[in-house]
């Protein structure tokens, strides 16, 4: 079974500056993980994903994520952000063989200001 | 369409009565998800189905909760004698066969309210 924290529930940040979002993950298999967003009253928009290969993984939007094997992290990071970055995140892991379901942390609210 | 189809996109009805609520994977699509997205619970599995057959359905929280799926395309996620905490948003996710490594696709949602 896989399980993910995301440490912080929110996340205020000023507009044009940097923002992590931290995320760790439990599991005792091979595992996939992956960044979805979340705006107002839509559903979840992939942002990126890892599945092996370089653990530095570039999505859209300008943000990107790191594989951390030995510290079972997966945070997210943009160095510039914009008011339009508001919205929920949801850090998400699934297991590597077949199609399995996700399971997913419990979000963190970025809220960008001006 | 070009992505996940979800109806109703909100539905009221009072304690009680069932719901159906309805997906439409992204054509070509063989693997579909029910999610339930709650204040109290966060994003919560509910049902796999690879094509017509559910070989998960282990995130069902009640026997009052089913769903199936026709064609290998459209899904119906019903629930019987709602509950008031069974007040969430309900999402459906596809993706293509073959393996964990295609990422799910989500639908709007369903906005369920039960009275």
């Known amino acids: 079974a896989q399980s993910v924290t995301q440490l912080d529930s929110q996340v205020p940040v000023f507009e044009e500056a940097p923002v992590e979002l931290r995320c760790n993950y439990s599991?005792?298999?091979?595992?996939?993980l992956f960044w979805y967003v979340q705006y107002p009253n839509q559903g979840l928009q992939l942002l990126l994903k890892y599945l092996s290969g370089s653990t530095l993984v570039k999505g859209i939007n300008g943000f990107e994520a790191e594989f951390n094997k030995s510290q079972t992290s997966f945070h997210l990071r943009k160095p510039s952000v914009h008011i339009s970055d508001t919205a929920e995140y949801f850090c998400?892991?699934?297991?590597?063989?077949?199609?399995?379901?996700?399971?997913f942390g419990k979000g963190t609210r970025l809220s960008v200001i001006a | 369409g070009a992505g996940v189809s979800q109806s109703p996109s909100n539905k009221v009805t009072e304690k009680g009565k069932d719901v159906e609520l309805r997906c439409d994977p992204i054509?070509?699509?063989?693997?579909l998800y029910w999610y339930r997205q709650s204040l109290g619970q966060g994003l919560e599995f509910l049902i796999y189905?690879?094509?017509?057959?559910?070989?998960?359905k282990s995130g069902l929280p009640s026997d009052r909760f089913s769903a199936e799926r026709t064609g290998g395309s459209v899904s119906t996620l019903t629930i019987q004698r709602t509950q008031q905490e069974d007040s969430a948003v309900y999402l459906c996710?596809?993706?293509?066969?073959?393996?964990?490594?295609?990422?799910?696709?989500f639908g709007d949602g369903t906005r369920l309210s039960i009275l």
């Open positions: 189905f690879q094509g017509n057959s559910a070989p998960d």
């Open positions: 998400a892991v699934s297991g590597s063989s077949g199609n399995t379901p996700l399971v």
């Open positions: 996710a596809s993706s293509p066969s073959g393996g964990g490594s295609l990422a799910q696709h």
């Open positions: 054509s070509g699509h063989t693997a």
């Open positions: 599991s005792s298999v091979s595992v996939y």
